[in-house]
């Protein structure tokens, strides 16, 4: 349960602001999506295999991305 205290002289934007920044971090919003429908479990297990081969894409991106940075980087001289 999410709890956030207005504090005194605090104006109500700024506090729903925090509230929904620790909404947010704790994914509630993300676990009231999945939750909102039935999944069969082969459709779970397709679902969850996409999102690793996103992530594993995207991985590859950013070392590719590194690799590329550090070789056109001049060597510093000594």
């Keep these: 349960m999410i709890l956030v ?3 005194e002289n605090e104006p109500f934007e700024k506090a729903l602001r925090r509230f ?3 909404v947010e971090r704790e ?3 993300k676990d009231i999506k999945k939750n909102s429908f ?3 479990p ?3 297990r397709r679902l969850k295999q996409r999102l ?3 992530r594993r894409r995207k991985a590859m991106r950013r070392a590719l991305k590194r690799a590329a940075r550090t070789q ?3 060597k510093p001289r000594s």
Excluded: D, M, Q, W
Aim: net charge positive; proline share 5%.
């Design 42 to 44: 082969g459709e779970k």
């Design 5 to 7: 205290t207005v504090r």
């Design 20 to 22: 929904r920044r620790k």
């Design 52 to 54: 690793a081969e996103k």
């Design 72 to 74: 056109s980087r001049p």
């Design 27 to 29: 994914g509630i919003r």
């Design 38 to 40: 039935y999944l069969k």
